[in-house]
C-alpha cells in the first residue's frame, strides 16, 4: 500500500465549477499536508500548505485537512481554464519543506474547458 | 524570488554515456537540495537528499553510484547519470529549500536511446 493515494484522472470540469481534489494516507506521523500544481514539463508549484487539522483559504482555493480520517482536500471554486494542471498532494512529518523529506501522491490531472 | 533552474531542460543521449544534470537557486543560497524523478503519470520520487559539502543522502533503492550527486556549493548542485540505459529516461526534478519551503526547478527530461 502507498502512503499517499490520489486519483490520477483526468478530471474535466466545465469552467466556473467548483472542483474537489483528495488524497488519503496511511502514516499517522504526517503533520504538515502540502498542494503542488504542476504544468505539463514544467516542475512544481507550491499552492498552499496546512499544519496538522483544520481549514485555510486563499483566495479561490481551500485546503482541508481532517487527520482522523487521514483525508486531505483543494476546493477550487470558480475555475479557470488556466487552473488546467496536475495537483499534487504532498506530506511531511517534520515540515513543509526545508531540509525534510516531502512523500507526493500521484497526482490528479484537471481540465477545466470553455 | 526563490527561482531554481535546471540545464539542461532535457537531453538524449546514447546506452552507455554519461549525462550531467546541474540544479542551480539563483537569488538565494540553499544547504539543501533534493533529486526527485517522475515516470509519466507517477508521483515525484525522491532519490537523494544533498547537502552542501557532505556527501548525499540516497533513498532505498536509488544507486548512489550510478547517479552521483555533488553538492559543492550553496547555489549549484549536480546529478550525473552515469553509463545511462533506456531504463533511466525520465523526467528528472531537482528542488532547493530555502526557510521551510522547497521550490522546484523546471525539470530535466532525459532520454536515453
Known amino acids: 500500500q502507498k502512503e499517499v493515494e490520489q486519483d490520477p484522472g483526468p478530471l474535466s470540469v466545465p469552467e466556473g465549477a467548483i472542483v474537489s481534489l483528495n488524497c488519503t494516507y496511511s502514516?499517522?506521523?504526517?503533520?504538515?499536508f502540502m498542494w503542488y500544481r504542476q504544468y505539463s514539463r514544467k516542475g512544481p508549484e507550491l499552492l498552499m500548505y496546512?499544519?496538522?487539522?483544520g481549514n485555510k483559504e486563499d483566495g479561490r482555493f481551500t485546503a482541508q485537512v481532517d487527520k482522523s480520517s487521514k483525508y486531505i482536500s483543494l476546493f477550487i471554486r470558480d475555475s479557470q481554464p488556466s487552473d488546467s494542471a496536475t495537483y499534487l498532494c504532498?506530506?511531511?512529518?517534520?515540515?513543509?519543506?526545508?531540509?525534510?523529506?516531502?512523500?507526493f501522491g500521484t497526482g490528479t490531472q484537471l481540465k477545466v474547458e470553455l | 524570488g526563490a527561482v531554481v533552474s535546471q540545464h539542461p531542460s532535457w537531453v538524449i543521449c546514447k546506452s552507455g554515456t554519461s549525462v550531467k544534470i546541474e540544479c542551480r537557486s539563483l537569488d538565494f543560497q540553499a544547504t539543501t537540495m533534493f533529486w526527485y524523478r517522475q515516470f509519466p503519470k507517477q508521483s515525484l520520487m525522491l532519490m537523494a537528499t544533498?547537502?552542501?559539502?557532505?556527501?548525499?543522502?540516497?533513498e532505498q533503492g536509488v544507486e548512489k553510484d550510478k547517479f552521483l550527486i555533488n553538492h559543492a556549493s550553496l547555489t549549484l548542485s549536480t546529478l550525473t547519470v552515469t553509463s545511462a540505459h533506456p531504463e533511466d529516461s525520465s523526467f528528472y526534478i531537482c528542488?532547493?529549500?530555502?526557510?521551510?519551503?522547497?521550490?522546484f526547478g523546471p525539470g530535466t527530461r532525459l532520454t536515453v536511446l
Open positions: 528542488s532547493a529549500s530555502r526557510l521551510d519551503t522547497q521550490y
Open positions: 504532498a506530506m511531511s512529518a517534520k515540515g513543509t519543506g526545508g531540509g525534510n523529506k516531502l512523500t
Open positions: 496546512t499544519y496538522s487539522s
Open positions: 502514516n499517522s506521523a504526517f503533520q504538515y
Open positions: 544533498s547537502n552542501e559539502g557532505s556527501k548525499a543522502t540516497y
